[in-house]
């Protein structure tokens, strides 16, 4: 069997999109290209790196930190280094100036013979001018981390914060790519991110609220999701028993679920839900530190992307989205078929439903406004097509990342909002329109036979 | 039939030399075309001998790599459809480009309506149309809608846009694929109006005896090449055939009688999908059972009933003596039977899948444990199929899409061979296909027949019924009209009697 020409433009039309991702990354990456001034560990290790270099177990360090988090990360780190690695105890001093300069009055003279006074750049010249005012410490010396250049788009913070705001729009546009290669269409899962959202919080509160067990909150989400698919089911009889075409279909439970949604709740957030809910929308885990959710994401990912392209069920999505009546009279079950992928983008979007929530700590039945349209642009630049048949789970993911990586890029870059939503506008018609170029040949010719 | 050409007249259409290539494949190699006025030109040739692609040049779809096009004489330079209207070139294709929605008279005027300032006259309209069907012999009312006119009707239509677009030069492009006999003269009738007006015809046709009644001249192509060109009387079937295939072909229904067992089907008293009504017959293992009729006569309808694609009103399905239940087309295949439809494009394959992805379809079961597809096994098989069948792939995923109509129905039958279907019932299965790979496909149907698998042959080409079945039965609206046993010593016009519903 003669395999395939390969040549570059059969390249670009399997992974076009993944190449845009990555220019759009360089691009932002060139865009954001600043001074970084670093905090916490990250600074602390930075400035160990310095300091070991001219310190001994002999050197006297003083560490000044400000009094929030960060300066305490960095103060905790800082003294840890030095004591393990080249043996040296540093004096940590924590406070804003007035309490820095306090501490250092009430410590007695024969101790102040620091060398070295370790800070964060942010609070050197704070430091550097109290210090001045102590002149048996004209001798030491003030180190601050060394800044660094690289791009502020590219920082783990920052990444970090790109993938979480995509995770629920990416979670939600699983279930959609599948609706979509049917050459259907759910507009109601933003309504049932709310919904979700609501029956998951309801349910936390009339279990015990803030003193709700673990099993209370896993149970609450199964039956939010639970009941999601359910509604997922619902549109997918309606299309499949009463051939109501599905944007009708899933318009009217639109506004069913964003209903029930202000009902349950009577119209006001519910948050009477334990610290502990927030672990899956907030929490970071040990690998990489990897938000929790990001981890689900992936997790979603892969297991529909084997499904897809490894199953029975993934063939036969395929084949009723490319020709429903071939499919059936071989024998598929389409009706089965249809309503299963609406069951599952129902259950995914009560899925998205309950990581908003858990990252808000509330649930409210505003949320997730307009979400169908983000997710389904995701479906559609990641490469699938809305006529159904064709399109790939990974796609998506690279559609959504897409998608947020434009709109990071555009925050760090300070466009305004307003603008934002043009270019987000225009970077959706464009993603269609190379895809179109794509499928039909570059050539103008074939576009207009 | 064949009018007189005069040697000295100058054609209206001369193509020279025509090359055109695309990425891997040489489609057309110096090819000539020369067309005169009043004359039918058939253009013969196998799936991928470059017919369509020669006619795509000639209406301005592609621009040739080298040659030249003159029409009366003078070079129009086309270079797009408009170009080749303009320069009164007209192409019916097999699916019609008319708006089912607007009426016949709109469809015909469509793009050259007479407007002032953007308002047409739909009196002036109405006359102008009037008088172009009567011209034709045809009587169709220009108000009435496309999509509510028959196949025929419609094919009117498309003839009467281009004779009103001033068309000089009309290609037709598998016209009598849809229609019944008695359509067929009547298109033969309106063919040989337009001759008398000077209209040049290219006629391409895969039914050969339509060749010999209604063409001057034969011109075959092969392998992107002009073969040859020869008048039609004094040219026999035989030397036809050969020059298409490039070799001599014996015998060109080459039926293998099989052992005949018992009854492998048996249907009492089937009635449904609004048309069918009482149909009781029988198929024999081994046995190749023809099923004729007009268009419209309930064939496909009953073959979708015992399908089970359409729901029944009434009536009994025993297999093998057992009465099963069918309910759906998953009922169908699990008891092992399989039905080829008639328009493979539209429904009997995913044109967006994979020709491998397409032969999987109602198989997936063979190759998957826990509903996870075992790919390597997959291919296995359908390689297998790739040798027995001779399927022509350029490579092993390429989408069906782009296949011959003969290589698209191969898919369909590996399919439901690997399928071990027991009943196999054909919808028009050689329709669209070229000589050469119709033969192969009445091999295939000998060979399952010797297996003893039990076959329903529905078919409107009366040589392939009487050529290759055991008995037909001919149904005339929704019901059986008549059998004919003796198929041997059978004629066409019995068949076409029966068809008409004068009982035997």
Request: with cysteine; hydrophobic share 45%; aromatic share 8%.
């Amino acid at each position: 069997m003669l395999k395939k020409k390969a040549t570059f433009s059969t390249f670009l039309s399997q992974y076009g999109m993944l190449f845009v991702l990555i220019l759009l990354c360089v691009f932002f990456s060139l865009a954001t290209l600043s001074e970084q001034h670093p905090e916490g560990e990250k600074a602390a290790r930075i400035l160990f790196g310095e300091l070991s270099k001219d310190s001994d177990k002999k050197t006297a360090v003083l560490i000044a930190a400000k009094n929030n988090q960060e300066d305490s990360r960095f103060a905790n780190a800082l003294e840890n280094l030095l004591k393990k690695k080249i043996g040296v105890s540093a004096k940590i001093i924590k406070g804003d100036p007035s309490q820095f300069r306090k501490m250092l009055e009430e410590t007695p003279e024969k101790e102040r013979n620091w060398e070295v006074i370790a800070t964060t750049s942010s609070y050197a010249p704070s430091v550097s001018r109290i210090v001045e005012r102590f002149p048996a410490l004209s001798g030491a010396i003030i180190k601050t981390p060394k800044s660094y250049t690289w791009p502020t788009f590219l920082l783990k913070n920052n990444l970090m914060n790109v993938a979480n705001q995509i995770v629920v729009i990416a979670i939600i546009a699983v279930g959609m790519t599948m609706v979509i290669i049917t050459a259907g269409i759910d507009l109601s899962v933003g309504s049932l991110v709310a919904l979700s959202a609501v029956v998951v919080t309801w349910f936390i509160r009339t279990m015990g609220g803030a003193q709700a067990t673990p099993l209370a909150i896993l149970t609450s989400g199964f039956l939010a999701v639970l009941l999601c698919g359910f509604i997922g089911a619902f549109s997918g009889l309606m299309i499949t028993r009463f051939r109501i075409p599905p944007f009708i279909a899933t318009l009217g439970m639109m506004q069913v679920a964003s209903g029930f949604a202000y009902i349950i709740s009577r119209g006001r957030p519910i948050y009477e839900v334990p610290d502990s809910f927030v672990w899956l929308g907030r929490g970071y885990s040990p690998f990489f530190s990897l938000p929790y959710a990001v981890i689900l994401m992936g997790i979603i990912y892969i297991i529909a992307h084997i499904m897809m392209t490894r199953t029975t069920l993934g063939r036969y999505i395929y084949a009723v989205g490319g020709n429903p009546e071939a499919a059936r009279l071989s024998g598929v079950r389409t009706n089965r078929v249809i309503c299963f992928v609406y069951i599952v983008c129902g259950a995914m979007a009560g899925l998205g439903g309950i990581v908003m929530a858990s990252q808000l700590k509330s649930g409210a039945p505003t949320y997730g406004l307009m979400y169908e349209l983000y997710v389904i642009a995701s479906v559609v630049v990641g490469g699938t097509s809305l006529a159904g048949g064709e399109g790939k789970i990974m796609g998506t993911l690279i559609g959504a990342f897409i998608i947020a990586v434009i709109q990071n890029g555009m925050n760090l870059t300070n466009v305004e909002s307003y603008t934002q939503k043009v270019v987000l506008g225009f970077v959706i018609l464009g993603a269609v329109l190379l895809d179109m170029l794509k499928k039909r040949g570059w050539k103008r010719r074939k576009i207009s036979r | 039939m064949a009018a007189q050409v005069s040697k000295n007249q100058k054609p209206i259409l001369e193509m020279r030399g025509i090359d055109k290539s695309f990425p891997g494949v040489q489609a057309l190699q110096g090819v000539s075309l020369e067309l005169y006025q009043g004359e039918v030109l058939a253009l013969l040739g196998e799936n991928g001998a470059g017919k369509s692609t020669l006619i795509k040049v000639l209406s301005g779809v592609y621009f040739p790599d080298a040659g030249t096009i003159t029409i009366s004489g003078n070079d129009p330079g086309i270079r797009s459809p408009l170009d080749a209207q303009n320069a009164g070139v007209a192409v019916i294709y097999q699916e019609f480009n008319l708006v089912p929605s607007l009426c016949a008279r709109e469809n015909i005027l469509l793009g050259r309506e007479q407007a002032r300032w953007g308002f047409f006259s739909q009196k002036t309209e109405h006359r102008e149309t009037m008088e172009l069907f009567s011209r034709m012999n045809v009587a169709i009312d220009p108000e009435s809608l496309c999509r509510e006119l028959t196949v025929a009707q419609q094919q009117v239509v498309e003839i009467a846009k281009a004779l009103y677009a001033r068309g000089k030069i009309l290609v037709m492009d598998e016209p009598s694929a849809t229609l019944t006999s008695q359509e067929v003269e009547r298109l033969f009738a309106i063919i040989r109006e337009l001759k008398t007006r000077g209209i040049g015809i290219i006629y391409i046709s895969h039914r050969l005896e339509e060749v010999f009644e209604i063409a001057d001249r034969v011109m075959v192509m092969r392998d992107g090449r002009h073969i040859a060109t020869k008048p039609a009387c004094g040219l026999t079937r035989e030397e036809l055939i050969e020059m298409m295939v490039g070799r001599k072909i014996e015998n060109e229904f080459p039926k293998l009688a099989a052992p005949l067992g018992g009854k492998r089907l048996e249907v009492k008293g089937l009635s449904g999908a609004g048309t069918a009504e009482d149909i009781s017959f029988f198929v024999r293992k081994g046995e190749v059972l023809g099923i004729a009729g007009l268009v419209g006569a309930g064939r496909t309808e009953m073959a979708r009933l015992i399908f089970g694609a359409d729901p029944k009103d009434s009536g009994e399905i025993f297999l093998d003596g057992r009465r099963v239940e069918i309910r759906s087309p998953v009922d169908a295949i699990r008891n092992g039977l399989c039905l080829l439809t008639e328009d493979r494009k539209a429904q009997g394959l995913v044109l967006g899948l994979s020709s491998r992805e397409n032969f999987a379809l109602p198989n997936l079961s063979h190759w998957s444990r826990l509903r996870f597809i075992n790919h390597k096994k997959e291919q296995d098989s359908f390689s297998g199929y790739i040798k027995s069948l001779k399927i022509k792939l350029s490579h092993a995923d390429q989408t069906v899409r782009d296949l011959s109509g003969g290589n698209q129905q191969k898919i369909v039958l590996a399919k439901w061979l690997e399928a071990n279907s027991e009943v196999i019932i054909f919808d028009e299965p050689t329709r669209g296909i070229d000589v050469g790979a119709k033969y192969e496909i009445y091999q295939l149907i000998n060979q399952l027949a010797a297996k003893g698998k039990a076959i329903l042959m529905i078919s409107s080409e009366l040589p392939e019924l009487l050529g290759m079945c055991d008995r037909i039965l001919v149904m005339h609206e929704g019901s059986l009209s008549g059998e004919i046993a003796d198929v041997p010593h059978a004629t066409q016009e019995q068949i076409l009697s029966l068809a008409v519903g004068r009982t035997a």
